[in-house]
């Protein structure tokens, strides 16, 4: 069986200071990791998917994760936070099943 | 390319009343997803179809939900009869052919049941 747990339901930072959002997950096989947001009142976006290539995937709006398999982590960073980036985030897993198993998400916080 | 589609936007029924929804994904799509996300949480997956067969419905209550893709393109979910916990957002997704592609979801039905 499979699951993802997203470590904090709220990080609150600056404008201009760093993100990051963790997730760690569990999976029998080699898994596919996604990283979706949220905007108000928008649907759910693709921000960034690992599908066992390179372990460090970019995204867009400046977003990165890294995969770790040693420690079964997949979070999300940012340089430099801006206000649009205030939202929702899902971490994601899919095992050979290709079932997608969501996270609880996390609420960012950005303060001007 | 147009996006997924879903009706309505909105419902509010009474408890015991039923409902449907309805979900048109991107045209070439194999797989549609159906999730139910309560407030506060993330989205649970309800019902996986790839084409007009069903993948995993392991969540899906089925005394009370149904969901059919009849010839492989749109699909509907139904609950019949409504608890006050099914109040949530339905939201719907397609993807390529499921698996680590992307999903692209539609901008949800939000169901209140008093």
């Known amino acids: 069986a499979q699951s993802v747990t997203q470590l904090d339901s709220h990080v609150s930072v600056s404008e201009g200071t760093p993100v990051l959002l963790r997730c760690n997950y569990s999976?029998?096989?080699?898994?596919?990791l996604f990283w979706y947001v949220q905007h108000p009142n928008k649907g759910l976006q693709l921000l960034l998917k690992?599908?066992?290539?390179?372990?460090l995937v970019k995204g867009i709006n400046g977003f990165e994760a890294e995969f770790k398999k040693s420690e079964t982590s997949f979070h999300l960073t940012k340089p430099s936070a801006h206000m649009s980036d205030a939202a929702e985030y899902f971490c994601?897993?899919?095992?050979?099943?290709?079932?997608?198993?969501f996270g609880r998400g996390t609420s960012l916080i950005v303060h001007p | 390319e147009a996006g997924v589609a879903q009706s309505p936007r909105y419902k509010i029924i009474e408890k015991r009343q039923s409902v449907a929804f309805w979900c048109n994904p991107i045209?070439?799509?194999?797989?549609l997803y159906w999730y139910q996300q309560i407030l506060g949480q993330g989205p649970k997956l309800l019902i996986q179809?790839?084409?007009?067969?069903?993948?995993?419905d392991s969540q899906l209550p089925k005394d009370r939900f149904s969901a059919e893709r009849l010839k492989g393109v749109d699909s509907t979910l139904k609950i019949q009869p409504a608890k006050l916990e099914d109040s949530a957002v339905y939201l719907c997704?397609?993807?390529?052919?499921?698996?680590?592609?992307?999903?692209?979801f539609g901008p949800g039905t939000r169901l209140t049941v008093l």
């Open positions: 997704a397609s993807s390529f052919r499921g698996g680590a592609n992307e999903q692209f």
């Open positions: 999976s029998s096989y080699s898994p596919s």
């Open positions: 690992y599908t066992s290539a390179a372990t």
């Open positions: 994601v897993v899919s095992d050979a099943s290709y079932i997608p198993t």
């Open positions: 045209s070439g799509h194999a797989t």
């Open positions: 179809f790839q084409n007009n067969g069903v993948v995993d």
